[in-house]
């Protein structure tokens, strides 16, 4: 099994509505990063994570991490197009502190 | 400030030739790492270095992969006589707390 579950896989939303993204770790989580992807294009940094119970917020983006559970979850209010991508969570479950372990990834798409 | 940098964004190579990819990070980031994002697969850690150092290399392919990052100029990712299976994008991240990623180098073996 994959250490690092995302879901959903993808996600087709209205424009306006509101969505949530998951991400469940099968290790103990020391930190957790947030990205967006366009397609063929590099990684947009969005939130890092660290301490449980850690809630943070940019623009409409939020993400929460709740340690005890190993999972975090990122929630887009109001989406718009220009949310669609890939979204990545990726997690800190070693010593090596740099080293990400990525799950698969949930394509969004935000119909106008 | 310069995000991270990698060049070139394309890279076309033959079987057997060596293919040479660079990574300038972001200034005052002295940690590098070197990710692999392989068609219908997610991206995978390959390597973690800080200056002239090899941190952490568990993700490494053992065979015609290198890494190195001098202490004078951008780390390199260095695959020697690829194949069709080397085919992927790379992309490098830096760190000094938060880690950005840079725009990829998309490997393309004929």
């Known amino acids: 099994s994959q250490e690092l579950e995302q879901s959903p896989q993808s996600l087709i939303v209205q424009e306006g509505k509101n969505l949530t993204i998951n991400c469940t770790s099968s290790?103990?989580?020391?930190?957790l990063y947030w990205y967006k992807q366009k397609y063929g294009e590099g990684l947009i940094f969005l939130m890092m994570?660290?301490?449980?119970?850690e809630e943070k917020s940019h623009e409409k983006i939020t993400a929460k991490l709740d340690e005890k559970k190993q999972q975090s979850s990122l929630h887009i209010t109001a989406s718009q197009p220009s949310h669609a991508g890939i979204y990545l969570c990726g997690a800190v479950t070693g010593t090596s502190y740099g080293k990400l372990t990525f799950g698969q990834g949930t394509i969004l798409t935000v119909h106008p | 400030n310069a995000g991270v940098m990698q060049n070139p964004r394309h890279l076309v190579r033959r079987r057997g030739q060596e293919a040479r990819l660079r990574c300038s990070p972001m200034?005052?980031?002295?940690?590098v790492y070197w990710y692999r994002q392989l068609p219908e697969e997610g991206l995978k850690f390959m390597v973690y270095?800080?200056?002239?150092?090899?941190?952490?290399e568990s993700g490494m392919p053992k065979e015609r992969f290198s890494a190195e990052f001098p202490k004078e100029g951008p780390s390199i990712l260095r695959i020697q006589q690829v194949v069709r299976g080397d085919s992927a994008a790379y992309f490098c991240?830096?760190?000094?707390?938060?880690?950005?990623f840079g725009p990829g180098t998309r490997l393309t073996v004929l």
């Open positions: 270095l800080q200056k002239e150092n090899i941190i952490d």
């Open positions: 200034k005052g980031h002295s940690h």
């Open positions: 991240a830096s760190s000094q707390d938060e880690q950005f």
């Open positions: 290790k103990t989580l020391y930190g």
């Open positions: 994570l660290q301490k449980g119970g």
